[in-house]
C-alpha cells in the first residue's frame, strides 16, 4: 500500500531563518507530487507541483522553492523565512492519470510558525 | 477554468440533526467529484468520492450524489455526532495532459455540539 510520509509535524523558526520541509512517497512510482499552504487554517493555496524529478511547476510567486532530487521525494524550502510564511504546510500525491478518480492523499501536514 | 462553489461555514449543529453541505462545480469536461475531511490539527483524509453522472459515494455515514443536470455534488448525513466536527473541502479533478489536478472549494468548518 502508498503511505505519505511528512516532516517535522511542527516547526518554530526565527524571521531570516533558513526552511527545509520533507514529503516522501512510499508504495509507487512516478507520482505527481503538491505543496499545499494552509494561512487562514481552512483554504488551501497550492504552491508547487511535480510530475516527475526535477519538473517543478510554481503555482504563485513567493519567497518559498520546491525541489524534488528523487522520484518519491519533494522538498520545500526557503532562505529566509518571513512572518508571513507561517502557517501549515500539506504535502500530497497523486497517480498523475489524465482522468483522476483516486484523487489526492495529504501527509499529515507541518505546522510551521515564524516568531 | 473549472472551479468549486462550497456553501460557506461555519456551520454549527447538535448532535443527531441532519447535516447538508452544498457544493457545485463548472467544468469543461467530465471531473471526477471528492469530499475531503480535516479533523483539527491533520492532514486532509479522503471521505468519499463519485466518477460519474448518478453515482452516490458515501463513507461514515455520509453521502454525496452526482448530479450532472444541477452540476451539484452536496455532502449529506442524517445523524451528525460530535465527532464528525471538522473542516469538509469539496473537490473535483481537471483533466490535463501532464495528469489530473484537483481544484478544492474553500471549505466549511462544522461544528457538533452534544
Known amino acids: 500500500s502508498q503511505t505519505i510520509h511528512q516532516w517535522p509535524a511542527t516547526l518554530v523558526q526565527p524571521v531570516g531563518s533558513p526552511l527545509s520541509l520533507e514529503c516522501t512517497v512510499e508504495?509507487?512510482?512516478?507520482?505527481?507530487l503538491y505543496w499545499y499552504r494552509q494561512a487562514a487554517g481552512r483554504g488551501l493555496q497550492l504552491l508547487f507541483y511535480?510530475?516527475?524529478?526535477?519538473?517543478i511547476s510554481s503555482e504563485v510567486p513567493q519567497n518559498l522553492s520546491a525541489s524534488r532530487p528523487q522520484d518519491r521525494q519533494f522538498i520545500l524550502s526557503s532562505k529566509k523565512l518571513l512572518l508571513s510564511d507561517s502557517g501549515f504546510y500539506l504535502c500530497?500525491?497523486?497517480?498523475?492519470?489524465?482522468?483522476?478518480?483516486?484523487?489526492?492523499?495529504f501527509g499529515s501536514g507541518t505546522r510551521l510558525t515564524v516568531v | 477554468g473549472d472551479s468549486v462553489t462550497q456553501m460557506e461555514g461555519p456551520v454549527t449543529l447538535s448532535e443527531e440533526a441532519f447535516l447538508t453541505i452544498n457544493c457545485t462545480y463548472t467544468?469543461?469536461?467530465?471531473?471526477?467529484l471528492f469530499w475531503y475531511v480535516q479533523y483539527p490539527g491533520e492532514g486532509l483524509q479522503l471521505l468519499l468520492k463519485?466518477?460519474?453522472?448518478?453515482d452516490k459515494g458515501s463513507n461514515k455515514g455520509f453521502e454525496a450524489t452526482y448530479r450532472k443536470e444541477t452540476t451539484s455534488f452536496h455532502l449529506e448525513k442524517g445523524s451528525v455526532q460530535v465527532s464528525d466536527s471538522a473542516v469538509y473541502f469539496c473537490?473535483?479533478?481537471?483533466?490535463?495532459?501532464?495528469?489530473?489536478?484537483?481544484?478544492f472549494g474553500e471549505g466549511t468548518q462544522l461544528t457538533v455540539n452534544p
Open positions: 500530497a500525491w497523486s497517480r498523475g492519470l489524465v482522468r483522476d478518480m483516486y484523487g489526492y492523499t
Open positions: 508504495g509507487t512510482s512516478n507520482p505527481n
Open positions: 511535480s510530475v516527475g524529478i526535477g519538473q
Open positions: 467544468a469543461t469536461g467530465y471531473p471526477s
Open positions: 463519485a466518477t460519474k453522472a448518478d
Open positions: 473537490a473535483l479533478s481537471e483533466q490535463e495532459t501532464s495528469g489530473s489536478r484537483l481544484t
